[in-house]
């Protein structure tokens, strides 16, 4: 198979790394195709997204690469966009503003409703997770992955972004602590979201980075979801979400393997400027 990964982040936004360091990873690992994603910025200041004023120099860099490196690797030109409602909801702004290849869209925000605060439910810390679950939604559980849902469902639905990022992202900081990923309410939840992805054609991503960063004991999301995703028919792909070069292929081999056990034969790649299915191997 050829490998590839749809979904990196370099020191554009919150990565380390150049985009030329990630195009050498890349090729001292055979891949035949890479995506860059760098996030998308945010109508306010954070310490992880591209900088708005950066964007042309991204968009330049990353085609420059993909002349340089044209016959040796296809390289792609993408942006990670996060959807909040009433703050960034219209994916079409950054894909025609940068002329993007593809969108990964993902819900790392949650905004209540009718509240103007945020709760971050990814980077390094749970603590971040504890505490917007204490004071946005008072410890309820159920009330705060809800609105996880429903935001990432108004995303499916409005926006149909090429690929899903880490659709059960939720479950990473909760580490079994406040519910269980096998309770009936929260797989009804999961569930509808999958339904949704496959009504609107979306790809759903088999996201590894939980795994090897330590944070999660399984991929986004996790094998007992593939089979779900096997009966569904749900278009998948692979991504290692690689926030270094030395991540690019991290956890690939066992995700391959969970694929496979799960019955899924075909992984879609962007090829030659569009989405194609490879044989899994
Ligand atoms: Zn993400
Ligand atoms: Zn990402």
Known sequence: MNWFNHHTHSAFCDGTGTPLDFVKAALAQDFSMLGF??????????????KEEEVDHYRQTIRSLSYEYAGRLEIYLAMEVDFIPGMIEDFRFWKNRANLDYVIGGVHLVRPQADERLWFIDGPKRETYDQGLSELFGNDIRLAVRSYFDQLNQMIEGQAPDVIAHIDKIKMHNQERFFSINDLWYQAMLNESLTLAKQKGCIVEVNTRGLYKGRCKDF??????????????????????????????????????????????????????????????
Do not use: M
């Open 220 to 281: 986004f999301p996790g094998a007992s979801v593939l089979k779900t995703i096997k009966e569904l028919a749900i278009p998948i792909t692979i991504s290692s979400d690689a926030h270094a070069p030395a991540e690019l292929s991290g956890k690939f081999s066992e995700a391959i393997e969970a694929i496979k056990a799960a019955g899924i034969r075909e992984l879609k790649v962007f090829r030659y400027g569009t989405w194609n299915s490879v044989v899994v191997e």
């Open 37 to 50: 994603s760098s996030h998308a910025p945010l109508p306010f200041n954070n310490s992880f997204t591209l």
